[in-house]
């Protein structure tokens, strides 16, 4: 049975230029009605528990249920966190794959990520039907390396806010891209 998930990313972070992975911030929430109209229906939501994921979800569907899955939350950014984003280190030249190894310290690789959030998608997928997930870039670029096998590579996406990036599930862990930043 295949299903189609719709990931989307959360609205602007209220973040005030500092890194916020695991930081609960809200979201700069615009009207949300045409969005909600390219989506359609959905047989289910699911969000990342981070505050700006849920007040995505619940401008999307209000008065709907929304299922959290603390999978979904971004990468951990540990000592990062809350450091203005100009003040981040210079790791010099890396590969893709050297970056997608590397976790700053106290937090969590992209690979490492992406080892988090493979089965949370992978449940979803199970579900069957139409899937709504509300969660960060972090996790729209997972579930790209699931679709194309490479970790390292899906790091080469840029994700919008408010963007749909649409897969679908075949079963097993074999994912297909359907569109990305639509």
Do not use: K, Y
Not at 58 to 83: C, S, V
């Amino acid at each position: 049975m295949a299903t189609e998930l719709i990931v989307i990313r959360h609205a602007p972070a209220l973040d005030e230029g500092r890194v916020a992975g695991r930081r609960d911030v809200a979201a700069a929430l615009p009207d949300v009605t045409a969005l909600a109209g390219r989506i359609g229906a959905v047989d289910g939501v699911l969000a990342s528990p981070a505050r700006r994921c849920i007040e995505t979800a619940r401008a999307l569907w209000p008065g709907r249920a929304i299922a959290e899955d603390a999978a979904l939350w971004e990468q951990d950014f540990g000592d990062w966190e809350d450091m203005p984003r100009t003040d981040l280190p210079d790791l010099g030249p890396l590969s893709a794959a050297e970056l997608a190894a590397h976790a700053p310290p106290g937090g969590e690789s992209f690979a490492a990520m992406c080892a988090r959030v493979a089965p949370a998608l992978d449940r979803i997928g199970a579900l069957g039907g139409r899937r709504a997930v509300v969660a960060h870039a972090g996790t729209v670029r997972a579930a790209l390396a699931l679709a194309t096998g490479s970790v390292p590579g899906a790091l080469a996406f840029q994700v919008a806010p408010l963007s749909l990036s649409r897969f679908l599930w075949l079963g097993a862990g074999q994912w297909a891209v359907i569109g990305v930043n639509g």
